[in-house]
Each structure stands twice: as C-alpha cells, then as structure tokens.
C-alpha cells in the first residue's frame, strides 16, 4: 500500500512566534481524523526556512511526541547553513525520528560536487535515513539521472522526495533505483506519479484532504483508474482554489473552520484579507462540510 504523508503546517501566532499548541493540534488532527502515515516536518509547508535553530527543534520535538509512534516521521533538515544542518540531523536522530530528508542546497548555484559533499556531510556520524528533497522549481536544482546515482553511492541515502513535474525523469529514476524510496511532492499530479509506481506522497494540501486522497489511492490500487481520475479531478478543484487562495494561509484558515489551531502564517507570507477569508469559507463549504 502506497503511503500518505502531510507536509506539517507550523502555526504561528500573529507576531510572527511560533504556537506549538496549535502544532500539536494539526498533527493530532492528520492521526485521528486523516489517518496518516505519516508527516513530513520541517519542510516548505512548515515554513522552515525562515525559522531559527530554536525553533525548527521545538517543533521537531513536540511534532515527535504527539505523534507518539502512531504515524512514520520524517525530518527535513536541509538548510544553508550545512553546521544547522548536521546540527539538527543529530537533534532528531537522537529524538527517534527514522528517517530524514534535506533540500538541494540553494541560492548560490552551487556545484554537483559541492552539493553531494552537503549531503554526506550531514549524514557523517548520523545513524539515520535520508531522503534527498528535490524541488527544483524553488531551489533552482535540477538533478539528473546520474547525480541521483552518484548520491546513492551513500548507502544511508535511500530515496527522493521528487517534487518535480518531469515524468521521463521520473520514469528513469523508478526504472533505475527500484529499491529506493520515492515520495512523490506535486499533490495535483499525484495520479500520474502513481502510474509510475512512486512509493506514495507527501503534500500540503493532504493537511485537510487526505481521507478522498486515500480513497484515490486505494481505487489506483485496486485498478480501477476511472474512480482514481475522478477523485484526482475533484481534488485538483480543491487544489487549485486553495493555490487562487494564496496557498498555506487558506489551510490555515480552513483548519481553523474545522476547530483546529493553525493560527497565521510567518511574514513575508501573506496575513488573511478579508477576501481571502471569504474565498476560505466558500472552500470549506465546498468541500470539508
Ligand atoms: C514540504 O516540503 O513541506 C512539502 O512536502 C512540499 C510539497 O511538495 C508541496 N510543495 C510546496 O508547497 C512548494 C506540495 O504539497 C504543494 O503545496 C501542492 O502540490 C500544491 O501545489
């Protein structure tokens, strides 16, 4: 069965500090009533890359404990500042999490060289699991077949978190690395990534829709490819409401609806307008209600 994981949402409170209560709701929230697999902490989603050390473990740990064993977890570390990095490569690894993932190094174009001796460098003396956190669309890092191969070489480095709408690659990874972990990224391209056998998918917007993404899935599985697309398309209207929406805002605000405290996003994300608030409220009519 192929695995579900929501990208984890940070809430923050207005000021722009960071509310773990309203952390710990959301994961309770992807547990009891989503039924996750699993959650992916630290990515884009969470906001991450504009959080202090402090406060990227904070959440990794209350993340950890109140998720309490009942879903797989899966770090992301990956930062530009590689000391961070191992930094926190070690903070969860000696929390228990069993697995951790970190983005391609971005902003300054740095070279395939320079990039693997990033990933080696953040799994020396770590006893875990990674996964490399392609996304080339927001880092500018596009990795090919071969420099996939090459990072493999690492035995720890046991799959992708492919967040990349090229399907040939796609294909040629699957054909090439059967054994490895790939978690498909584009939630609106999931049943194409499916089709190419991808390990299951982490995404934002499973935070509030993941019970119709499993019944996608379990129809995939179960060869029925009608009901599959049919579930995709409906997700795809929710998805492209929530991306007129203004993204992670409009979760939020949709969470909130469903008593949940996800509070603001971090500037220089957006704050709601009221007309966001009212394009939430027509999206949690349409579909959670
Ligand atoms: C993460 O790192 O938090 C997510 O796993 C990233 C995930 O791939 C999402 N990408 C971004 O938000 C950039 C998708 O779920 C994306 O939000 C969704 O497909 C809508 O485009």
Redesign the pocket.
Known sequence: MKKLYS?LMTAFNEDGSVNLDGVREMVRYNIDVNHIDGL?VG????ESFMLSTEEKKNIFKVAYEETAGKAHLIA?VGSLNLNEAKELAKYVTDLGYPMISAVTPFYYNFSFEQIKNYYNSILEGVDNKLII?S?PA?TGVALSLDQFAELFENPKIVGI?Y?NADFYLLERVRNRFPDKLILS????MLLPALALDVDGA????FNLNAPRVKEEIAAFEAGDIKKARELQTLSNDY?TDL?NND?YPTIKLVFEKLGVHAGYCKEPMSKPTPEMEAGAQKIYEKYFK
Not at 185 to 188: I, L, M, Q, S
Not at 202 to 205: A, E, P
């Open positions: 990208a992916y990515g884009s989603t969470g992301q956190y996304i927001l978190k967040t990224g584009f939630d609106e982490i995404g934002s917007t998805i991306l993204l």
